[in-house]
């Protein structure tokens, strides 16, 4: 049975960085459907791969272009490129994102940019450049890409986590500002997810034992467990929400988990 309520088919939607893990879940989400996915990496030749393995997987159409969101040069032309091949762009969903993990105290520059400039500078003229073709074309959904840093900062992860926060009050300032062009913008706060970005820290047993005992759903999280929520912001299901972060993380950011069942 399909619900019009949630129907994405037919929607052109941009997934800027959706070459692997969380991103190319979402491509393939909405790819299988019915949406027109356009995915970005920072190569164009890896990009087109994985669209053309994302359009094979879903059984859709999917088309992979260049785009390093870093380089802010290349989204001008990106969003063009995407506009004039099929006129509009009804959900941006910014995924691509970066991270280093040290004590800050050993944080360089080059380290800092490099977060900073993909996870904030990047998704924000991203969202930018995107935003004013969705004001032209009388509306659109905007899906940014948040984390538990949203909930409380870890420590180790400066640049990201300062990067993080930094995106939520983007979403919540663009959704003031183009809530009356018809633009919603939204974020997905994913919990803990295994993806390249985060395996060798998820293979330590020690952190999955943490994990474990303080995510109420006592897993570590799939690429894919983020297509209901992403599928939701998308669609007419969240007519009347813009501005929020939903958190999808087993219920991590519920509260905090103390050992009471071993303690009586
Ligand atoms: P991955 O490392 O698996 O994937 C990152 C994606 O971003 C790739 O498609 C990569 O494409 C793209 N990317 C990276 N830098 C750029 C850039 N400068 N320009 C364009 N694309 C870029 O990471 P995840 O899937 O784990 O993370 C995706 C998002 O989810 C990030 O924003 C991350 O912060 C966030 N997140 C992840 C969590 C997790 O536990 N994994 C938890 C909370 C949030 P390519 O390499 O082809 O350029």
New binding site residues.
């Given amino acids: 049975m399909s619900d019009a309520l949630f129907d994405v088919s037919g929607q052109i939607v941009l997934v800027?960085?959706?070459?692997?893990?969380?991103?190319?879940a979402l491509a393939e989400g909405f790819c299988s459907r019915g949406a027109v996915v356009v995915v970005?990496?920072?190569?164009a030749a890896?990009?087109e791969t994985a669209a053309a393995e994302i359009a094979q997987a879903a059984g859709g159409k999917c088309f992979g272009l260049g785009?390093?969101?870093?380089q802010t040069s290349q989204i001008g032309p990106l969003v063009a490129a995407i506009v004039e091949r099929h006129g509009r762009i009804d959900t941006l969903v910014n995924?691509?994102?970066?991270?280093r993990r040290k004590p800050a105290a050993d944080v360089t520059e080059d380290d800092f940019d490099f977060v900073v400039d993909?996870?904030l500078r990047?998704a924000f003229f991203m969202s930018q450049a995107v935003g004013k073709q969705m004001i032209a074309q009388g509306g659109g959904a905007q899906i940014q890409?948040?984390?538990?840093n949203n909930y409380g900062p870890l420590p180790w992860v400066l640049p990201?986590a300062a990067s993080?926060a930094a995106v939520g009050h983007m979403t919540r300032v663009l959704a003031m500002e183009w809530g009356k062009h018809n633009v919603r913008v939204n974020a997905i706060?994913?919990?803990?997810?295994?993806?390249?970005?985060?395996k060798k820290l998820w293979s330590n047993p020690m952190m999955q034992e943490w994990n474990t005992n303080n995510t109420p759903l006592r897993r570590l999280?799939n690429?894919d467990d983020m297509n209901g929520a992403a599928i939701f912001l998308a669609s007419k299901a969240s007519a009347f929400m813009t501005g929020q972060i939903v958190f999808v993380d087993g219920g991590f950011s519920a509260g905090i988990m103390w050992p009471i069942d071993k303690a009586v």
Avoid at 16 to 24: C, D, L, V
Avoid at 67 to 70: E, I, L, M, P, R
Avoid at 95 to 99: D, S
Wanted: proline content about 4%; overall charge positive; aromatic content about 4%.
């Fill in positions: 800027s960085g959706g070459t692997r893990g969380i991103g190319r970005t990496g920072r190569e890896v990009a785009c390093d969101v870093a995924v691509a994102g970066v991270n993909t996870n990047g890409i948040c984390s538990l990201y993080k706060a994913p919990g803990y997810i295994l993806t390249d970005l985060s999280g690429p």
